[in-house]
DNA sequence: GCCAACGTTGGC
DNA sequence: GCCAACGTTGGC
């Protein structure tokens, strides 16, 4: 799951009450599609921060709760207020919520990702990829995890 | 700050 | 239902 830390970051997320926050403002449907559908409890998520100067994977998370509405959206003050849902009486949005669980010794870099036979491959990598949320293999989940050592 | 890539919107 | 215009994302 991707976060920009100016906004969000995964010490926001360690920080938060048990580590646990619900993962709002995600206005996209592929990405929503995959929470609400493919996302269970106990899933184990990578945490990226994007739009920094060295984007790196940076910590690991579980999920605690499956989907529910993102309530954010029917929030005219809130910045990821949905003038469609608010419409529609109902948020077309939905979210999970994660546990913070560790932060990796060494932040994955994309630089160390680029050089790299397997992390070089993951969907993040990919040119005009934009998904906020991405599925990540076993084989790629274990090669973050060395890397971060 | 630039700009390529992509998603969404809305006129027709 | 097409597609041009527009807005956003995010690496660089």
């Not at 997320?13 to 493919?38: C, F, K």
């Not at 184990?44 to 994977?57: E, F, G, K, M, T």
């Not at 469609?84 to 160390?112: E, F, Y």
């Amino acid at each position: 799951m991707k976060t920009e830390p100016d906004t969000f970051s995964f010490d926001d997320l360690m920080n938060a009450p048990q580590h646990i926050t619900s993962w709002e403002g995600v206005r996209n449907y592929q990405a929503r599609n995959m929470m609400r559908d493919a996302m269970k409890i106990g899933d184990q998520v990578l945490i990226y921060h994007s739009r920094i100067p060295d984007p790196a994977i940076v910590g690991t998370a579980e999920v605690v709760h499956e989907a529910h509405p993102d309530p954010t959206a029917l929030d005219p003050k809130s910045p990821y207020f949905d003038e469609k849902s608010k419409k529609a009486g109902a948020s077309r949005w939905c979210m999970v919520d994660i546990q913070g669980q560790k932060a990796l010794p060494h932040p994955v870099t994309r630089t160390i990702m680029k050089d790299h036979p397997i992390l070089s491959r993951m969907k993040v990598m990919q040119k005009g990829m934009r998904l906020s949320i991405m599925p990540v293999s076993q084989n790629e989940w274990e090669a973050v995890l060395k890397a971060g050592k």
